[in-house]
């Protein structure tokens, strides 16, 4: 596959990337405040996934950057370049959208070639570039192909040669997967992936799917009502989150009441590290991973506070996720399939909890698995 | 479904498809006939009528004049209503209500009140500008603007002109390149469409013309209808059967076009076999 890249140009022209700045950008829609000061910088050739639920500003800082809209305030710097006044036409970004937007009139090599017409490049040229980029994404026998015989993960590799075709500064991913069904999304992420690393661009993906940002980013930034709540890579974000947005927005989250106590936090007889070990001393919710909840290796399930009925077992595969009862509170533990069939619904059971660091958030009432 | 109900629904789709072409075809057929009839009842047929139809100056000039008014009304139809709708669609969405209203307005106006308006102005025109027939071109073009609304405001409902735009936008198409190169192919049906609607309105309009002394294909007919009626009609059929020709050639040339193939670009073609992922 490097063989087409180095082929096609693509790789050998943008394989430095460059870095991209997104420095305090602010817009509104009438009274909704959709960016509220973003500042993102992008290392040259790095993935950075922008994660949140809709409505988070998080699409709206990619169309910012693609120049699709105008910022009310703030700047984007592409390259060391203020590209802030610049018309989308004229800023040299790559862009693949969440709808199929491949160009119903033109074959695939057609659509490929389309940027490369725009930039005055040679009829023989541009032909012969559009077939090696579609070759990079695997799709060289469909070169004839209009949009209508392609399905819809062909369409999206497509988009994506279109894109890539052009050889821009910068790659920017609309929620592209999110049209496509579960194991279509996987294998193109990871073709996706694999042509970003290749190509070495540098890469702005939008998603909702905190698993399809976690499993392609070099970083994910989480946002939530137009700001980034967070941004590092993906292993911190989800074992070390900087909020209980980002805690609960990635991955599930048990909300357990406890006391915080000295940059400790006692749930339940069992005392866990804190994230913000400066936490002030008082009631508290600790919000712990299912994967943190274990069944306990002893037998005591007559009381405790850890002691409750398995409700319910969930079966994902390798893992299982477990409801567990506590009488005030529900938990979900994630266990290893095998562990989870020897505890079906009905059983008694001792949680233990592992002391990996957790975060408090300090509103103590509503206290319920999330 | 069973093979008797399969049947009878043949039975009628054939039935409606009868009455229906008899409704359209018997008048045409008479009409034929009556152009065709003899001086006497006795006479045999004669193409007589079909004949002189080249041969009446007055009503050459009058279908020369239809089809140049034909032509500009759709030219500046199009020039009017697709640049403005897909922009209102692209950037002014609020505004598609009020252009749809304004478009529509026509269809409450009658002609009689609409000449009455335009009777100052074409006079103005007539002594100070030019009075040639091709100016009611600006009048049919209001005329022809709620059909030819429709049929764009379709065409364009039928692709994601937002998405399509800003795909070219981001490869460095300007708005003149993404109109033309972009939206408009991919609403060629419906411009077509519009196109013959705008032609049809045209090619059967009367009162106006009449109203405004101007001798277009429709006024032509009519004058020639009290002097030698088996000529009025065969003009008459000959306009019908134009616009049926024009119908079945817009209908050919709406459909998409040929696939350009690798092969006659002289380029490798690839492998049957590429990505499988489906």
Redesign the interface.
Known sequence: MTTAVAAAGVGTATRAGVEIRLENLRRRYGAVTALDGLTLTLAPGELVALLGPSGCGKTTALRLL???EEADGGRVVIGGHDVTGL?????D???V?Q???L???M?A??NVA??LQ??KIGA?DR??RA?ET??L????????R?AHQM?G??QQ?V?LA??LA?RPKVL?LDEPLSALDAK?RV??RD?IRRVQLDVGITTLFVTHDQEEALAIADRVGVMQSGRLEQVGPPTTIYSRPATPFVAEFVGLTNRLPGIVRGGQVEVRGTSLPLVQPDAADGAAVALVRPEAVTFASDNETAAGPLVGTVIAVAFLGATSRVTVDLGDITVLAQLATSEAAAHPAGTRVRLALRPDAVLIARETTGATSA | MSRNRRLKLQIFRVAVFLVLGAFFLLPIGAMFEFSTRGVTDTAPRTLNAWLTIGQTPDLVAAILASLGLAVLTSLGMLLLLVPTMIWIRLRLPYLTRAMEFLCLLPLTIPAIVLVAGLAPIYLWMNLNINDSILTLAFVYLILVLPFAYRALFTGLAAIDVKTLAEAARSLGANWGTVMLRVIVPNMSVAILNACLLSVAVVLGEFTIANLLNYVNLQVAIALLGRANATVSIAVAVASLLFAFILLVILSFAGRPRARVHLEDTGLPYPGAAGGGLR
């Not at chain 1, 018309?87 to 800023?91: E, H, L, V």
């Not at chain 1, 994404?137 to 004839?144: D, E, I, K, P, T």
């Open positions: 693609a120049g699709l018309p989308a036409n004229k800023r970004t790559g862009m959208f709808a199929y937007s160009f119903p009139h074959t090599w057609e389309f940027g725009m930039r023989a032909r012969r077939i579609l070759e994404v695997g799709l060289g026998g469909f070169a004839n209009y399905s993960g062909q590799r988009a279109r894109a052009i920017l279509v294998r193109l073709e």
